[in-house]
């Protein structure tokens, strides 16, 4: 069994945090794990608790047609969230509950070593580039981080309550695009 296999099957039977007390499933994480690019949201809703896929409703649609937007599919990356298992209501994951979850994603990034990673929304944002990320002001900047160039911009579901944030996000996927053609040796935008 490969390392990602190993880390895998020990995460889906995590109880490190009580929201295992509620969930359907684990949701790990979707894609190629060894895609030179790695998007983070915050954690599953209700779809991606029933499938135990990241991105599976409304805003996995709207995600899946801005990738194609700047000629990528959806199997040529990595989806992960912040927390793996669905907050109740789908509130925001608690600190706590992020913090017990760190160490999956932690690994995740370990194996996967993406040169691009992009945080949909401010709670995956906060957590990866800064604590007081604030979306609307600092959406589309690219930070470094060792090897790794990160950004963040709005989470689908965020651009879908409110449309007159899209093209702010579809900028923010054209400097993707242009950060892909720089950085990465085996993905490329068609």
């Not at 039977?13 to 060894?34: E, H, I």
Request: with cysteine; charged share 25%; glycine share 8%.
């Amino acid at each position: 069994m490969s390392e990602w296999e190993i880390l895998r099957n020990n995460c889906l039977s995590c109880r490190a945090c009580p929201l295992w007390q509620t969930r359907k499933n684990v949701v790990f994480g979707v894609g190629d794990p060894q895609s030179e690019l790695l998007f983070i949201g915050e954690g599953p809703g209700a779809n991606e608790d029933e499938l135990g896929e990241p991105f599976v409703g409304r805003s996995g649609q709207l995600l899946d047609g801005m990738l194609e937007m700047i000629g990528l599919q959806r199997n040529q990356i990595y989806i992960a969230n912040i927390v793996k298992c669905r907050p109740p209501q789908n509130r925001d994951p608690l600190p706590a509950e992020q913090d017990a979850c760190a160490g999956w994603l932690d690994r995740q990034l370990e194996l996967i070593r993406p040169k691009l990673i992009v945080c949909l929304g401010r709670i995956a944002a906060k957590r990866m580039i800064d604590k007081g990320f604030a979306i609307t002001r600092q959406h589309g900047q690219w930070y470094e981080r060792g090897e790794t160039l990160i950004m963040a911009t709005f989470h689908p579901a965020a651009l879908l309550r409110d449309p007159s944030r899209r093209p702010d996000a579809f900028d923010d996927f054209e400097s993707l695009r242009l950060r892909i053609g720089e950085r990465c040796e085996r993905l490329h935008c068609e």
